[in-house]
T-cell receptor, first 110, second 111 residues
């Protein structure tokens, strides 16, 4: 079973920041928080991951709370192409599989 | 980042037949993973394929139904055997130690 909880759906206006929350209250000390997204009919796309520090890359920022029990993925300027299902996954780094929950369906609206 | 390709991209098959899906990675990887995504659902792990050993299957998936080969460090196949309409899904492979990457998927329809 997935170890994360996400809202089933969210809307965001185009050009605004999209903030996607995730709860992972049972996360272990060696588990990372990963975010993936799946645009309709495509394979999941890696976005970002982190252990306890906040992370930023060209796609998004990841904010992890100090107790590591929750995190937020931030898409700073959402576009229509960001409409997708976003998955928050906790995983031990290394050759381990991803366990997908139901994710959050983000709709970016013009 | 790894680039993963799958063949075929889609297929329509008759019940009772089998289909083999190929997954190719552009670099050597230790583990490869196979997932199933049923219509409107999230991804479910089928099995983990390690080169040189038997695949490890998740609960609800058996080797007779989903035999997997892993002949080298860049390639794997998944066969969906004796298919029924309930096997209609997207089948995806993935690989990667830190950032796991996915293939584009194989969309299977069983009539």
């Amino acid at each position: 079973d997935a170890k994360t909880t996400q809202p089933p759906s969210m809307d965001c206006a185009e050009g605004r920041a999209a903030n996607l929350p995730c709860n992972h209250s049972t996360i272990s000390g060696n588990e990372y928080v990963y975010w993936y997204r799946q645009i309709h009919s495509q394979g999941p796309q890696y976005i970002i991951h982190g252990l306890k520090n906040n992370e930023t890359n060209e796609m998004a920022s990841l904010i992890i709370t100090e107790d590591r029990k929750s995190s937020t993925l931030i898409l700073p300027h959402a576009t229509l192409r960001d409409t997708a299902v976003y998955y928050c996954i906790v995983r031990v780094e290394g050759n381990t599989p991803l366990v997908f929950g139901k994710g959050t369906r983000l709709s970016v609206i013009a | 980042s790894a680039v993963i390709s799958q063949k075929p991209s889609r297929d329509i098959c008759q019940r009772g037949t089998s289909l083999t899906i190929q997954c190719q990675v552009d670099s050597q990887v230790t583990m490869m993973f196979w997932y199933r995504q049923q219509p409107g659902q999230s991804l479910t792990l089928i099995a983990t394929a390690n080169q040189g050993s038997e695949a490890t299957y998740e609960s609800g998936f058996v080797i007779d139904k989903f035999p997997i080969s892993r002949p080298n460090l860049t390639f794997s196949t998944l066969t969906v055997s004796n298919m029924s309409p309930e096997d209609s899904s997207i089948y995806l492979c993935s690989a990667g130690e830190y950032e796991q990457f996915f293939g584009p998927g194989t969309r299977l329809t069983v009539l």
